[in-house]
């Protein structure tokens, strides 16, 4: 919404929210998310074109468009519990929008939603005796955090579907008028609502397989001394294949690979398409496997025990410049380490506060540090879980120095000079590649 505000000086975003605490967030200095280049954003525009405010009602009386961006969680109760999306925060919206509206509005879904979900929105919407009429659009957002505003900016693509009827084509228009401020006509798509719902869940179902196709080789490449990253650099220059998001690691997290391939698996299952659901299903199993498998591999190597032994881990964020940890493959190479009784010490450059929440459940056996140089002092090994650039400049023989003997570094980003590190004194394992062991 800040990116709308900013391309478009004409129009007036306002933001609402129910959580007060986040609206007095976004009006003050600092914000409640990192992301870069999101406060020079909000700062041109804020007070301009662009409020944040919890006065829900007036909001919705007044726009003309109201972009839906709730959250879709995974249900967790009941049927697909664990699988389907909760759409209960988006019904509640619709609810709203139809009881604070006195004429007739376009509703975007921005949100991830399950295709079909427009149907039911209309018919919520529409059921009504005021005499207005709704029209439900689908947005769906491709932006990835820690890129949010170059993404937006410059989208490879934007995508907007509506109803195939007059008033679908006009609210349609609607929406493609506005991103057409600032991004070229080619690279704004139209399609029906079903299509562009379902293009959002097989967009990030396709990028979240061709990591867990990668990890998959990184297991072979560890058994048979090829190279991952040697592997995945021969095949992206494929250009039917292509380079990007082929690089192997830990394994992926966010809020949304697999939340989002999760619920597409729950959809194929209420259509009786069992094999196509276990096809997906088995992008987000490999992912659960590579967490393990780097978690057991940490246990092995370390002679088959980390009890009461320190380990550092770099990095707690699911992904570089971000402080969002949620789904973070760090989550659960923490927890299979604290499992083993080891004494982990997390450091990061933005996620602490996260990273203190999501283990709050243990009492003893973890410290967070944001000097990694601390964190890694008297340590037993170093897991680089983020590929965070700091990680590749820390001054490693100072490092090596202050650490218990034989040092271990377990890259999980495989961002780190492995043979510099070898030759310095680590026992070096990296995914997808041979270890550099001393012993
Ligand atoms: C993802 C999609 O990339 C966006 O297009 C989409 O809009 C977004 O989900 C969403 O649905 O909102 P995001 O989760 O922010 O974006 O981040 P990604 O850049 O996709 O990274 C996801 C995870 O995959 C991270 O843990 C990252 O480290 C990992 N990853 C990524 C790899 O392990 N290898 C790669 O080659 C690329």
Redesign the pocket.
Known sequence: MAMIAYKCPQHKVVVVDIDKEKIRAWNGSNLPIFEPGLDELVKKTRGKNLFFSTDTESAIREAQIIFVSVNTPTKTFGQGAGRAADLQYWEKTARQILACSRDSKVVVEKS?LPVRTAYAMERILNENSKGVHFEVVSN?????????VR?LEFPDRVLIGSKETEEGFRARKEVVDIYLNWVPRERILESSVWSSELS?LT??AF??Q??SS??SISALCEKTEADVDQVSGAIGMDARIGP??????????????KK?ILNLVYICESYGLEKVARYWESVVEINDWQENRFVQNMLVNMFNTVAGKKIALFGFA???N?G?TR???AIYVAQGLLAEQAEVAITDPKALKNARKDLKDFKKGVTFEPDPYKAAKGAHAIAVL??WDIYKGLDYKRILKSMVQPAFIFDG?NILDHNRLYEMGFSVFAIGKAPLRHF
């Open positions: 991830t769906p957002e491709f932006l990835a955090e820690g890129t949010a993404d959002k967009a990030n990028l979240a061709r990591i990668i990890n990007k998001f082929l690089k192997a690691s830990v394994g992926f997290g966010g809020s949304c690979f989002d699911f992904k570089a971000t969002d789904e973070s493959p983020t590929e980003r």
